[in-house]
């Protein structure tokens, strides 16, 4: 089949769709309405001739020839993106899309350089178009290795083949405990016994218990994969749990957040720029290496 701009737009519409796990999610990544998302991958499998998932109550699964016009779909959309931005190199211009995979809350971490870089590439080009991807740290390295991002800033315990990674500082994490919970005004003799009861959010995130050894009680009863998460169980009053510091400090100055016995329960993690290894670079690609290693020194 021939490709037309209307086939490239489908099938970055059906990635997006994948990659959120269904049409329900995909809405705030495309700022578009479930019922016209349906429509247009309906108008994409009419087009390929082919049932790219199932999708009603059972939830969003793709079918075989779904996932093989997913990992197509990825490949075509990347060479596209090259072919933009070689051409652009040729005429010494910064063009292109540059995409960046970050974990969460980081925003509010002032070491963070992030918009520094948005800001520095915006002057120097008119012709960037910026996608800011949050997520989970494993899918910061998952979207790296797949192309998907040009660079991810993250954490890893385990680095990945293929990649390449870049310190650019410490990011330190402390257990924390809310307002009405036993621990937040319990006198120093209580602590030790309330600390052996107490419910520790256990987290899948990087910055997690492999790091910490602190040799507290994990009851699995609270589970969550992202800081925002882990934040809404503590202030339930109902656990305790390890956040940024950085982060967390928001409730601290507002008298609702308290670090437990800070002094022992304590890890830092590096945050890290995570780049794929590659022979050579568009200017693009090399333009947001700099940028970012330079704001982050």
Same mark, same amino acid.
């Given at each position: ?53 199932? &999708? !009603?109550?059972?939830? @969003?699964? %793709? ?6 016009? =997913?990992? *197509?779909?990825?490949?075509? $959309? ?82 990945? &083949? !293929?990649?390449?990674? @870049?310190? %650019? ?6 257990? =924390?405990? *809310?307002?009405?919970?036993? $621990? ?114």
């Amino acid at each position: 089949m021939q490709i037309h701009d209307v086939d490239l737009r489908l099938l970055r519409i059906f990635v997006a769709i994948v990659e959120c796990g269904g049409l329900s999610a995909a809405e705030s990544r495309l700022n578009i309405g479930r019922s016209t998302i349906s429509s247009h991958l309906s108008d994409l499998e009419v087009r390929l001739g082919i049932k790219l998932c199932k &999708r !009603g109550r059972s939830g @969003f699964e %793709l079918t075989e020839p779904g996932r093989i016009t =997913y990992q *197509a779909s990825l490949e075509l $959309l990347q060479q596209c993106e090259a072919f933009a931005t070689t051409v652009a190199g040729s005429k010494n211009e910064l063009s292109g899309r540059v995409t960046i995979s970050v974990i969460d809350t980081m925003v509010s971490d002032p070491r963070c350089g992030i918009s520094d870089v948005i800001r520095e590439l915006k002057q120097k080009s008119d012709n960037i178009q910026f996608d800011i991807n949050v997520c989970e740290a494993r899918e910061v390295e998952t979207s790296v290795v797949n192309g998907r991002s040009l660079v991810g800033l993250g954490v890893s315990r385990h680095h990945l &083949r !293929g990649l390449d990674y @870049f310190p %650019l500082h410490n990011e330190t994490n402390y257990l =924390y405990c *809310a307002k009405g919970h036993a $621990l937040f005004d319990c006198k120093p003799n209580e602590r030790n016994k309330l600390l052996k009861q107490a419910e520790v959010i256990t987290s899948n995130y990087m910055r997690d218990k492999e790091v910490r050894n602190d040799g507290l009680n994990y009851q699995n009863s609270a589970t969550a994969y992202h800081d925002e998460g882990i934040a809404h169980l503590i202030l339930s009053g109902a656990f305790i749990g390890y956040l940024p510091e950085h982060y967390a400090n928001y409730w601290v100055d507002k008298g609702l957040f308290k670090a437990i016995h800070p002094e022992k329960y304590h890890y830092q993690i590096p945050v890290m720029l995570i780049t794929k290894k590659m022979s050579s670079v568009s200017p693009l690609a090399k333009a947001l290496v700099e940028e970012i290693k330079r704001c982050h020194r």
